[in-house]
């Protein structure tokens, strides 16, 4: 039986409280289990509204209960989730300043690298441990600048054993993950051929969005995003193209990806239970967490100001840097995601095992789980892999958990994904 470890508020720096969420398992059996570090993105949600409770986590909420959650990476690895910038769920500064101004990436990682400092200092006997860190989305951000200051610390004393890194449908190069979505839209029917015209000659998706977060939209690029936006309708969870919003209800964890969506939202089935748990007083006290600065626990900040042109910052660089370091990566796509589509990110990949002269090691090839193929796959040098999960979503523990476990269990072990069945 999986068991909680413990809910605790960690000091992040003079003015930081951050919360983390981690669930160990209770069966060892064999060498001792890694410790997962997984961060979702936004930037500004919840890793625990959003991955601990809606994807992989061993809970998910229903009506006033907890319901098991079967293909649980706890099954796998001692999970640790947590909340980040300060202002993200449960987190909070004590310095009302630190919401004055803009939370930017580099101010991210060194809090991220100061909690996981702290975090294994008062649990001392994962230090040892093999640590990965995952996330998905802007966690494209997170997760390799985070890995890129453990590296560099780990020059002046050794304190983390990290042994991989994987990204699930992550921002990686703005103009090309944005890009991407024109052919996917166009690709799986959402757009008619003039309006893919104009998506890809007029205004491109990564002009739009850098328009917008300047204040500087000019009328071109919203007329035709309003095109795109009228074909794809709003009855269309971009997060997941093929499932009734209701039920795929992905989670708003994205306020930068899609600056609309916010307004049109309608898939809140799963959002709803969500915050309708968290905000309860007795589940609070139970998990000592407290509300600060804000009325009520959200999926996505209402309080954190994200510095949003962070996302012109490419970080399919960083992720080179952590590949010559000997750091081996995943990067998953779940095919039904047009926000954040599989086509920009094997794209990627390919030119940048291209610039790192990787070679191919596992030629591109389906991989199944049970008896179904589970997705496609493709291997650079033993250290650089490129996967994705058929079906799923942008979160593609929420839509495809069995899959989404197969995969992170041979990330774990560092083989490659069952080519058989």
Known sequence: ????????????????IQLCFSMKISKLPGQPQPLVLWLNGGPGCSSVGVGAFSENGPFRPSGQMLVRNEYSWNKEANMLYLETPAGVGFSYSTDSSYYAGRVNDKMTARDNLVFLRRWLAKFPQYKTRDLYITGESYAGHYVPQLAQLMVQFNKKEKVFNLKGIALGNPVLEFATDFNSRAEYFWSHGLISDPTYNLFTSTCNYSRYVS??????????????MNQVTRETSRFVDKYDVTLDVCISSVLSQSLALTPQKMT??????VEDETVNYLNRRDVQDALHAELNGVTEWTV?????????LNLETPTISVVGSLIKSGIPVLVYSGDQDSVIPLTGSRTLIQKLAKELGLNTTVPYRVWFE???????TQVYGDILSFATIRGASHEAPFSQPERSLVLFQAFLQGRPLPETF
């Open 1 to 16: 039986m999986n068991t909680l470890l413990a809910w605790k508020t960690m000091a992040m720096a003079a003015t930081l």
């Open 211 to 224: 328009e917008y977060y300047r204040g500087m939209l000019s009328s071109v690029c919203a007329s035709v």
């Open 264 to 269: 049109e939202r309608v898939d809140v089935c």
């Open 300 to 308: 996505c900040s209402s309080v954190l100001e994200y510095e949003l």
């Open 370 to 376: 049970g008896q179904q193929v589970g997705g496609w």
